[in-house]
């Protein structure tokens, strides 16, 4: 494998399921991201880790909680969702949060339908 | 707030140039990128601003005037294949990108 992976791919829940999403990188970067991507909206970053620490939380509801084992893994844990999370959600590394041109690079993202 | 804007759609023809813009207001500017994202996958980056003028990387070229808060993509030569919505995002001064909406890019025959 190489670049940044998702799965699944796609994921269809109810409202109290629990499920989880996870992303692998294989690029050796520090950083990993979460964002959701909502039809005509810009991308909503949710989840930034840095070497492993969590460095931003932009007001994220308690239903996602994030979880970064290694540099190389980050989940999503996804709990008591509603219908407006439906959404894609990407996953993206970089090489270092913070210098110069630090050009991300995003997985396929997991079409979610919260129903 | 922090804000960028970008068209919601423009249409072409295959061949021709098209220019897509992009304008900020961010609190402090450390670069601006453009990302292509096709229907369906993920988005890819195409190129980066830092300095005041123009970029080139073969058919397509980013502009950046950082006075005014303005970007622009150029693209030339249409092809089908650059069918895709482009997205425009401004590091901050915290090294936070913030993304435009993007721009859906139609190319027609």
């Known amino acids: 494998e190489t670049g940044v992976t998702q799965t699944p791919r796609h994921l269809v829940m109810g409202m109290t399921n629990k499920k989880s999403l996870k992303c692998e990188q294989h690029l050796g970067h520090n950083a990993m991201y979460w964002y959701k991507q909502s039809a005509k909206k810009p991308l909503e970053l949710m989840f930034v880790y840095s070497l492993e620490e969590r460095v931003e939380n932009n007001s994220v509801p308690s239903r996602f909680s994030p979880e970064c084992p290694n540099s190389s893994h980050l989940f999503l844990h996804l709990h008591t969702l509603q219908p407006e999370d439906s959404a894609l959600y990407l996953c993206?590394?970089?090489?270092?949060?913070?210098?110069?041109?630090?050009?991300?690079?995003f997985g396929p993202g997991t079409r979610l339908t919260v129903l | 707030g922090q804000n960028i804007d970008q068209p919601t759609e423009m249409t072409a023809t295959e061949g021709a140039i098209v220019q897509i813009n992009c304008t900020y207001q961010?609190?402090?500017?450390?670069?601006l990128f453009w990302y292509q994202q096709h229907a369906g996958e993920a988005p890819t980056f195409l190129s980066y601003n830092v300095l005041d003028g123009l970029e080139e990387k073969g058919r397509f070229s980013s502009f950046l005037s950082r006075s005014k808060g303005y970007s622009y993509l150029l693209l030339k030569e249409l092809q089908m294949k650059d069918s895709a919505s482009y997205l425009c995002?401004?590091?901050?001064?915290?090294?936070?990108?913030?993304w435009g909406a993007g721009t859906k890019l139609i190319i027609k025959p």
């Open positions: 961010t609190s402090g500017f450390n670069g």
């Open positions: 995002a401004v590091t901050d001064s915290n090294y936070q990108l913030i």
């Open positions: 993206a590394s970089s090489q270092e949060r913070g210098r110069g041109p630090d050009e991300q690079f």
